[in-house]
């Protein structure tokens, strides 16, 4: 188990604080790496696995403004699917990811390992834009990080 989920984990009963994910281009890895610490159950309230923009915009509340203007590989779909998460399961918190995993579906616009992570509370708001170079997996494990490490940032930076 990589020390990241012990550490958010930790900060998360320490704050008293609950989460919740909305995983696109990830598959459930964040959420998988959440509840791999023991005692999970304390914080973790759930997640949903948003693969299509059917579930973005009917699960998440996802506009289909942003969908169609955006696209789903986009800041604005990745804030979305956050805050709609946050509502939807009730969280204090909600992080998200968003992207093209690869190895198909890239355009010159939107490559091939282009990924967004945002990070929804009551008190902040926070997106990354990602550009992978890895495979598959790899684009997948780097997203699942990058939301794991802007959740510590965010952690930390509310203790007192």
């Given at each position: 188990m990589n020390p990241l989920e012990k550490i958010v984990g930790?900060?998360?009963i320490e704050h008293?604080?609950?989460i919740a994910v909305a995983e696109s281009c990830t598959g459930g890895l964040i959420a998988h790496r959440?509840?791999?610490?023991?005692?999970?159950?304390?914080?973790?309230?759930g997640g949903v696995v948003a693969y299509s923009n059917q579930v973005k915009e009917r699960v998440l509340e996802v506009?289909?403004?942003t969908l169609s203007v955006h696209g789903a590989v986009s800041e604005e779909c990745a804030r979305e699917?956050?805050?709609g998460?946050?509502?939807l399961l009730g969280t204090d918190v909600a992080i998200s990811s968003t992207g093209i995993a690869g190895p198909t579906g890239g355009t010159p616009e939107k490559p091939v390992g282009l990924v967004y992570v945002a990070l929804a509370a009551q008190d902040h708001e926070r997106c990354e834009r990602h550009l992978w170079q890895g495979d598959r997996l790899e684009n997948k494990r780097q997203t699942a990080e990058a939301a794991l490490e802007m959740l510590r940032q965010y952690l930390e930076a509310r203790r007192p």
């Amino acid at each position: 188990m990589n020390p990241l989920e012990k550490i958010v984990g930790r900060l998360l009963i320490e704050h008293e604080l609950t989460i919740a994910v909305a995983e696109s281009c990830t598959g459930g890895l964040i959420a998988h790496r959440l509840t791999n610490v023991p005692g999970s159950s304390t914080y973790f309230l759930g997640g949903v696995v948003a693969y299509s923009n059917q579930v973005k915009e009917r699960v998440l509340e996802v506009s289909g403004k942003t969908l169609s203007v955006h696209g789903a590989v986009s800041e604005e779909c990745a804030r979305e699917m956050a805050h709609g998460v946050r509502r939807l399961l009730g969280t204090d918190v909600a992080i998200s990811s968003t992207g093209i995993a690869g190895p198909t579906g890239g355009t010159p616009e939107k490559p091939v390992g282009l990924v967004y992570v945002a990070l929804a509370a009551q008190d902040h708001e926070r997106c990354e834009r990602h550009l992978w170079q890895g495979d598959r997996l790899e684009n997948k494990r780097q997203t699942a990080e990058a939301a794991l490490e802007m959740l510590r940032q965010y952690l930390e930076a509310r203790r007192p």
